[in-house]
């Protein structure tokens, strides 16, 4: 079985940078599409990037060139690395995984998901 687990969450102040990490357990990261999804109260949950089994990314608007996904593989995790974070971001963060070779256009398409950490930023 596939876990997920997320870390790394915080509260940072507006222009800060935060580190998530997504550990993978139970098959390697590298066979998997991997993704980072968002929620903030009262929105519903988006995708914020997404790399495929190719290493190809891709991110939602408002974040490309702020934030970076990758694969650690030697620790078998996703990261999502957040800089100049702005006070919009805030939301429960969340990892999501489907063994495909490429990206889902559908969050209901991904089969594995974590539990999420929270992100918090004050202006």
């Known amino acids: 079985q596939v876990l997920l687990w997320e870390s790394g969450g915080d509260s940072v102040q507006a222009g800060g940078s935060l580190r998530l990490s997504c550990a993978v357990s139970?098959?390697?990261?590298?066979?998997?599409?991997m993704a980072w999804f968002r929620e903030a109260p009262g929105k519903e949950r988006e995708e914020v990037a997404h790399?495929?089994?190719?290493?190809?990314?891709s991110y939602v608007e408002d974040v490309k060139g702020r934030f970076t996904i990758s694969r650690d593989n030697a620790k078998n995790a996703l990261v999502l690395q957040m800089n100049s974070l702005k006070p919009e971001d805030t939301a429960m963060y969340y990892c999501?995984?489907?063994?495909?070779?490429?990206?889902?256009?559908?969050?209901?398409?991904?089969?594995?998901w974590g539990q999420g950490t929270q992100v918090t930023v004050s202006s």
């Open positions: 999501a995984g489907v063994q495909h070779p490429w990206c889902p256009l559908v969050r209901t398409a991904y089969a594995y």
């Open positions: 790399i495929a089994v190719d290493g190809d990314t």
């Open positions: 139970g098959d390697s990261v590298s066979r998997y599409c």
